[in-house]
């Protein structure tokens, strides 16, 4: 399928968000946050990526967020708007949202793996009775390294507990959480909630070991692959 490029612009340190004017099949191919798509450029390859918008949004629009240094996602940050790219239909299982319906649910996510969190974020607080607790732990490396800070207010301003967490604070003068995600999981009710995770191999393995660990059955922890 071909799309084109509707807008792109800086996300975070080494981030920038990509709106991909899409055909009316891909975006009705997008029913589960989580889900993503391969896209990629003649001459240049084709990579996956997380869709980081809602299933359903209005219009023919999805929303990628990339991380530079490849390539591929260099080519695309460097195109204007209305150039073509090729794109799949949406992919993959993508997180279980409909099973989390009336119950917490605990969202994980470091660096570029906010992506397809935010898609889950964006249906919990477009259908906010829906669910009950809201936990995101969002973890980067510095401050600046943070996706989606203009979102927070909205987010938090829809009853979700947002804990951003910065592994290497150094001299930012960051005066919030520090560390690594997993040393932060306390005060929400594990036994009963589920947990959506997205990043890196070795947080997810450690995010998913402290969960388990303080109660939550190895069955309600999810990834979006």
Not at 106 to 122: D, H, K, N, Y
Not at 124 to 133: A, I, L, N, P, T
Not at 147 to 164: K, N, S
């Amino acid at each position: 399928m071909e799309a084109h490029i509707a807008s792109i612009s800086p996300a975070a340190e080494g981030l920038v968000r990509v709106s991909l004017a899409v055909s009316p099949a891909l975006a009705a191919s997008y029913v589960t946050p989580g889900q993503y798509v391969k896209v990629g450029l003649e001459n240049v390859g084709d990579s996956f990526f997380a869709i980081a918008s809602r299933p359903n949004p209005p219009g023919d629009h999805i929303e990628l967020l990339l991380k530079l240094g490849s390539p591929l996602t260099d080519a695309l940050a460097a195109l204007s708007p209305g150039a073509p790219v090729r794109a799949t239909a949406a992919q993959g299982k993508g997180f279980p949202i409909e099973r989390a319906v009336g119950r917490d649910l605990v969202l994980v996510a470091t660096g570029s793996g906010i992506s397809p969190i935010r898609s889950v974020l964006e249906t919990v607080v477009h259908r906010r009775s829906d669910f009950e607790k809201v936990s995101l732990y969002f973890g980067a490396r510095t401050p600046s390294a943070f996706a989606y800070t203009d979102e927070l207010p909205a987010w938090r301003a829809a009853a979700i507990d947002v804990f951003p967490i910065v592994s290497r604070p150094l001299d930012t003068g960051w005066t919030g959480l520090t560390g690594y995600v997993q040393t932060h999981l306390d005060g929400v009710h594990l036994k009963t909630a589920l947990a959506f995770l997205c990043g890196q191999k070795p947080m997810v393995e450690a995010v998913r070991k402290v969960l388990t660990e303080r109660g939550m059955p190895a069955e309600s922890v999810y990834l979006n692959f």
